[in-house]
Nanobody, 117 residues
Framework: QVQLVESGGGLVQAGGSLRLSCEVS????????MGWYRQAPGKQRELVAY??????RYSDSVKGRFTIFRDNRKNTMYLQMNSLKSEDTAVYYC????????????WGQGTQVTVSS
């Protein structure tokens, strides 16, 4: 059973920082591609940052401000968010796509990030 649990969201002023965590249960954590996505009200879910064995990529809107990293000893993925802007306000979801291993595409429940201007 693979489960993803996000934490670390909250309310922050523009220019501030937050760190999101995604704790993952189940096997294959270190081999699995993982990502952070977000969905703002009235908008589609979008990719924010992605990490796999080939490297890391970011959306243009967060490049230089956000950092994705993982601790394989703790089965946890993180998103360090700096210089937050009001347009970063959204529900943030972590994702672990294990379909290449014959498993499923897994999502966390989401954590709200609100940036006040």
């Amino acid at each position: 059973q693979v489960q993803l649990v996000e934490s670390g969201g909250g309310l922050v002023q523009a220019g501030g920082s937050l760190r999101l965590s995604c704790e993952v249960s189940g096997p294959l954590f270190s081999l699995s591609p993982m990502g952070w996505y977000r969905q703002a009200p009235g908008k589609q879910r979008e990719l924010v940052a992605y990490i796999d064995t080939d490297g890391i990529r970011y959306s243009d809107s967060v490049k230089g401000r956000f950092t994705i990293f993982r601790d394989n000893r703790k089965n946890t993925m993180y998103l360090q968010m700096n210089s937050l802007k009001s347009e970063d306000t959204a529900v943030y979801y972590c994702n672990s796509d294990r379909r290449e291993f014959g498993l499923d595409d897994y999502w966390g429940q989401g954590t709200q990030v609100t940036v006040s201007s």
